[in-house]
């Protein structure tokens, strides 16, 4: 079973950086990760992904100011955000899937990331 908990949540001002970690239990090869976030009265939407052997995608409100990363041997996935926005302010999940399905299987806790204007 996959288990990924995520860290490194706060807050920041605008024009401010943070940088969101998960770690998982397991070695990820062969799966797809990807950081979602969900603000409050809004549904959790996707934020960036990340694949073997592909280029990551993102939301296009991110574009350019997030960076998504993984570290294979650590079994870690990053999200760097730089130029933070309020409308940045969620808490932050960390998801996985198997390459070969389209569901996002596995999914971490959370952590709030807060920006201030």
């Known amino acids: 079973q996959v288990q990924l908990v995520e860290s490194g949540g706060g807050s920041v001002q605008a024009g401010g950086s943070l940088r969101v970690s998960c770690v998982a239990n397991?070695?990820?090869?062969?799966?797809?990760m990807a950081w979602f976030r969900q603000a409050p009265g809004k549904e959790r939407e996707g934020v960036a992904s990340?694949?073997?052997?592909?280029?990551?995608s993102y939301e296009d409100s991110v574009k350019g100011r997030f960076t998504i990363s993984r570290d294979a041997v650590k079994k870690v996935l990053y999200l760097q955000m730089n130029s933070l926005k309020p409308e940045d302010t969620a808490i932050y999940y960390c998801a996985a899937r198997r390459e070969i399905v389209s569901l996002w299987e596995y999914w971490g806790q959370g952590t709030q990331v807060t920006v201030s204007s």
């Open positions: 990340i694949c073997s052997g592909r280029i990551p």
């Open positions: 397991v070695y990820m090869n062969g799966y797809c």
